[in-house]
């Protein structure tokens, strides 16, 4: 039986299951910024940018990801975070999150669609960067 504080997680992309897991707090990347999730939360949906998801589990340990955009759920103390990529901050080399940062600065912005790719990378990097320090 699941603990009274607690409430089930589930992190998916279109190739896998990432994560299933008891979680107490949730914290997630909306696309204007991070949103916190507990237990008996008003069900709602939220779209999410790319950034940190951290979720503080019921054995108290920590789980972090890089998510990249997606949506959020959370309705009868479920929740569920659909992404197209999730990467565990563990996975992630900092030299590669310096590299990605130099590549997303580099991207010009002269048309709206690129103004938005180069943004979308930005936040991408800079989220990695913070998760491999």
Do not use: W
Not at 8 to 36: F, R
Not at 74 to 84: A, F, I, R, W
Not at 86 to 96: G, M, R, S
């Amino acid at each position: 039986m699941a603990d009274p504080k607690s409430f089930h997680c589930s992190l998916v992309t279109p190739e896998q299951s990432v994560l299933e897991a008891e979680a107490v707090y949730a914290e997630a990347p909306g696309h204007d910024g991070q949103i916190g999730l507990m237990r008996d939360r008003a069900p709602m949906v939220v779209k999410m940018g790319p950034g940190k998801l951290r979720l503080e589990l019921i054995d108290g340990s920590e789980k972090r990801y890089l998510i990249d955009g997606g949506f959020a759920q959370m309705t009868d103390n479920k929740l569920t975070l659909l992404s197209e990529r999730a990467l565990d901050a563990e996975q992630i080399d900092p030299d590669q999150a310096r590299a990605a940062l130099a590549e997303a600065q580099a991207l010009r912005g002269e048309t709206e669609d690129q103004f938005e790719k180069r943004q979308h990378d930005l936040a991408y990097a800079r989220a990695m960067i913070e998760l491999a320090g």
